[in-house]
C-alpha cells in the first residue's frame, strides 16, 4: 500500500488523510471496509469505514459524532469480532453507516 500526500483539509493536523489513502485503492466491489485505530488521525477514515474498531482519543471521537464501533484492546479481539460478524463469502454487501450509536455488539 502507498501512501500519497493528501490533498484534503484534514492534512495540516493529520499528515496524511486515511480515508483518501483507502479510497485510492478502491473500488472494492461489494467488499466491507475494515478501519481500526486509536487517535484523530483515524478519524476521516473512520467516518466511512463499513465497520470500525476504535479505542482511545478514537472512540471518544466517534462517542462525540455518534459513530458506531467495536471497542477493542487487541487484535485477537478484532478477529473475534469480524469472525463472528462477516459471512464466509468475500464479496459482502456494503452497509450503510448507521450513525447514531455508540459501541457495536
Known amino acids: 500500500m502507498s501512501f500519497p500526500s493528501s ?7 493529520c499528515g496524511l488523510c ?16 475494515v478501519h481500526i485505530g486509536d487517535g484523530y488521525s483515524d478519524l476521516c ?3 466511512q469505514a463499513d465497520i470500525v474498531f476504535a479505542r482511545a482519543d478514537l ?15 487487541d487484535f485477537f479481539e ?16 456494503r452497509r450503510e453507516p448507521t450513525g447514531g450509536g455508540r459501541q457495536a455488539g
Do not use: Q
Open 59 to 73: 472512540a471518544r471521537f466517534l462517542d462525540k459524532e455518534g459513530i458506531t464501533y467495536h471497542a477493542f484492546e
Open 45 to 47: 477514515a473512520a467516518r
Open 78 to 93: 478484532v478477529i473475534r469480532v469480524l469472525d463472528a460478524e462477516t459471512p464466509e463469502t468475500p464479496e459482502t454487501p
Open 18 to 33: 486515511k480515508r483518501e489513502a483507502i479510497a485510492a485503492h478502491g473500488p472494492f466491489n461489494g467488499r466491507l471496509v
Open 7 to 13: 490533498e484534503a483539509e484534514c492534512r495540516s493536523t
